[in-house]
């Protein structure tokens, strides 16, 4: 099992910037995939990067250029590095760990970009 907890988000003016982290419980190089998730009020949950276990990211094409995907193998954390950040950014973000064939996911923290 892994246990997830995210933090970092908050309110912010649009062309802002937010960095949000994911604690796993334990190396998270023993977890094959690690991702953020997003979903925003009425709308479906929605995969915004993910990095494997080799260190290979990718991102949504809404996000690319503005968001990146890091790790710190020490802390077993990965964070999400948000810039330039837009309404459209505004919802709940998800970290995800798949560890397969189970995923596990943290409890959510919400981002809010004001216009």
């Known amino acids: 099992q892994v246990q997830l907890v995210e933090s970092g988000g908050g309110l912010v003016q649009t062309g802002g910037s937010l960095r949000l982290s994911c604690a796993a419980s334990?190396?998270?190089?023993?977890?094959?995939?690690m991702s953020w998730y997003r979903q925003a009020p009425g709308k479906q949950r929605e995969l915004v990067a993910f990095i494997t276990s080799g260190g290979s990211t990718n991102y949504a094409d809404s996000v690319k250029g503005r968001f990146t995907m890091s790790r710190d193998k020490a802390k077993n954390t990965v964070s999400l590095q948000m810039n330039s950040l837009k309404p459209d950014d505004t919802a709940i973000y998800y970290c995800n760990a798949r560890v397969l064939p189970h995923d596990y996911w943290g409890q959510g923290t919400q981002v809010t970009v004001s216009s």
């Open positions: 334990r190396s998270i190089f023993s977890i094959n995939v």
